[in-house]
């Protein structure tokens, strides 16, 4: 079989080059032999249809993705599509990096996703922050890939609320409890419990000292989350970034200004729920969480044991189950 059906290059000369530096020439063997075989048996699973952009009643599932990324987005996308039990418009937002051809996989597995390249999101987000004299947001845009969640998500819809979804989280079951409230009539934010109380970026104390901030919801999964329209406020998100000492090089922005949002000392009070790890895990905290949770997102490091188990288990078992 020719690499190039599968879409996976040959690991280049600077990657052998630094694996045998490191006296570790043996893991590239396995790595990318796992990537391709990987790659091939995701290419044969068949289509998921989703519902046209902007369909009425449809929830809007927003991903992100990188050239790199994009099967793991398939299998996350077409996870979720399956056992969602509803309609459901997808929106993937790429980076500079995925080319024409992942275009056109991603195309061809979600025939009825809406995809955005960097240029045209580029081509309408830019103009209208620019009018609206956002300038730190563009900033923001700029140095950090996750702020699309929060600006370009909401400047290039029309829907009430946003699902927003890491290209690393597996669906096995019916997703009958947000289904439920993701339907409800009123504005309400639903998150992921992630198993650490406060991956914010910046603690309590400086929440308080720099935005006065008190009241702060924990344990929010910012990869796994539905944001209602009413709480995203663009103007009060430049304003925060013009904050003195605000931590710009912060992996965690994303988080950081989500949990804000949803803070109650802004003199209204957002109505956050969060779901349960037992159907909803998003670090694989249960031992084999495939055989009993409706949703297990693999949070964590590169090779970490979450990691692992996604590529030794959860991975297969979902290939497996989107082929039949």
Same mark, same amino acid.
């Given at each position: ?6 879409g ?17 020439? &043996?893991?590239?063997?396995p790595?990318? &032999?796992?990537?391709?075989g990987r ?6 699973? =068949?289509?998921v !249809?989703?519902?046209?952009y902007?369909?009425?009643g449809? !929830? ?7 050239e ?10 077409? %996870? ?9 418009? !997808?929106?993937v937002h790429?980076?500079?990096t ?8 991603? *195309?061809?597995?979600?025939p009825n ?6 240029r ?6 830019? =103009? $209208? ?7 730190r947001?563009?900033r ?6 996750? %702020? ?6 909401f ?8 699902? @927003?979804? /890491?290209?690393?989280?597996f %669906?096995?079951r ?8 993701a339907?409800? #009539?009123?504005?309400? *934010? ?10 914010? +970026?910046?603690?309590?104390d400086?929440?308080?000292?720099? @935005? ?9 999964n ?7 329209? #009413? ?8 304003? &925060?970034?013009?904050?003195? /000492?605000? =931590?710009?090089n912060? $992996? ?11 803070a109650? /000392? &802004?003199?209204?009070n957002? *109505? ?7 159907e909803y ?7 084999n969480?495939?055989d ?20 030794s288990? +959860?991975q297969?078992?979902l290939?497996?189950?989107? %082929?039949?």
């Amino acid at each position: 079989m020719r690499m190039a059906a599968v879409g996976m290059k040959l690991p280049g000369i600077s990657t052998i080059a630094r694996a045998a530096r490191s006296g570790k020439l &043996w893991n590239v063997v396995p790595h990318y &032999w796992h990537k391709w075989g990987r790659a091939a048996a995701i290419d044969r699973t =068949p289509p998921v !249809l989703g519902v046209p952009y902007g369909t009425p009643g449809a !929830l809007e599932v927003c991903m992100m993705t990188g050239e790199i990324q994009h099967y793991d987005l398939l299998l996350t996308a077409k %996870s979720f599509m399956k056992y969602y039990p509803g309609p459901v418009s !997808l929106v993937v937002h790429c980076n500079e990096t995925v080319t024409d051809d992942a275009i056109a996989r991603m *195309n061809r597995h979600l025939p009825n996703a809406k995809i955005w390249p960097r240029r045209a999101r580029d081509a309408v987000v830019v =103009p $209208y922050l620019q009018k609206k004299g956002y300038e730190r947001c563009i900033r923001l845009r700029d140095c950090y890939v996750f %702020s699309t969640r929060l600006i370009d998500a909401f400047v290039l819809s029309d829907a009430d609320r946003i699902m @927003f979804l /890491d290209s690393d989280i597996f %669906s096995y079951r019916p997703l009958i409890r947000l289904h439920e409230l993701a339907s409800r #009539s009123e504005p309400i *934010n639903v998150f992921g419990k992630d198993p650490a109380a406060e991956t914010y +970026g910046m603690s309590r104390d400086q929440m308080h000292e720099l @935005f006065g901030i008190t009241d702060i919801n924990l344990h929010l999964n910012g990869g796994f989350c539905l944001v209602h329209r #009413s709480v995203v406020d663009h103007q009060l998100l430049n304003d &925060w970034l013009g904050v003195p /000492d605000f =931590p710009w090089n912060n $992996y965690f922005l994303e988080q950081t200004f989500l949990v804000l949002l949803m803070a109650k /000392d &802004w003199g209204r009070n957002p *109505n956050v729920v969060v779901l349960p790890p037992d159907e909803y895990n998003m670090g694989r905290t249960i031992e084999n969480a495939e055989d009993t949770c409706d949703l297990v997102h693999y949070c964590g490091h590169y090779l970490s044991k979450t990691r692992i188990a996604m590529q030794s288990i +959860g991975q297969p078992r979902l290939i497996r189950d989107l %082929s039949k």
